[in-house]
């Protein structure tokens, strides 16, 4: 016969043993998504909570580095929606998701504050104005935005003249706001951004022959207690609505 004391002890442990991995009802899809998915993202879960009435969802948004760190930690997301692929396949390599799904392909822009008067199309050129005096970028440590504006910067071989120049934000989005409040006259960000900003700011797309693609890439992972909940969503987002919602932001889109 078991001692009572020790039947208190295990009953104990039991209560404080974790979660339970049945979600709690009305627990909603947790999606961690890339800062340059702010609106587009926004626009397609409209659309997605009107398909699945009886689902809740709810997105929150930051840097594709800091998402990868946080979810390897243990954060607790069902989705990640990276804006680089390889943050996606080392979590696949890791054991830590499903295997990824190509969603979108971003496109950075060049964009100038209206108020500078200048042609966003004179790229390079353009940022080596003394009327430029900071230049925001996303950080390139953990943003892929902040890569490819890195990258293009040298294809236009002007890095080393403006490096001084540059701000960087936590995420694509944070760059923008750098904008947005007049801390940078110019700024290399997400096409997507640009867009829903285009009554301040000027803009014009970068060649994608200027820096790496951004391959921008899901998964659904393994922790999830909202599985069947994550595969609606991951088939609503690659189909016809969540791939119209995209390219009217100014994505591209993987071939289906």
Known sequence: MIPSALLAVLAAALQT???SPTPAPGAPLR???ASDLRFALDEVL???RVANPG???EAVYGSSGNFFAQIREGAPFDVFLSADSEYARRLAGEGFCETPFPYAIGRLALVVRKETGLDPKGFGDLLKSPTIRRIAIANPAHAPYGRAAEAA???WRIYEAISRKLVLGD???QAVQFMDTGAA????VALSLARAKAK???FAEVPESAHPPLDQTGVILKRTTSLEAARLFQRYLTGAPGRAVLSRHGFGLPKS
């Open 55 to 57: 689902l809740k969802v």
């Open 17 to 19: 043993s974790g979660p």
């Open 31 to 33: 999606i961690a998504a």
């Open 200 to 202: 301040d700011l000027a």
């Open 171 to 173: 995420s694509v989005s």
């Open 153 to 155: 910067l040298r294809t």
């Open 46 to 48: 409209t659309g997605f």
């Open 185 to 188: 006259q110019a700024g290399l």
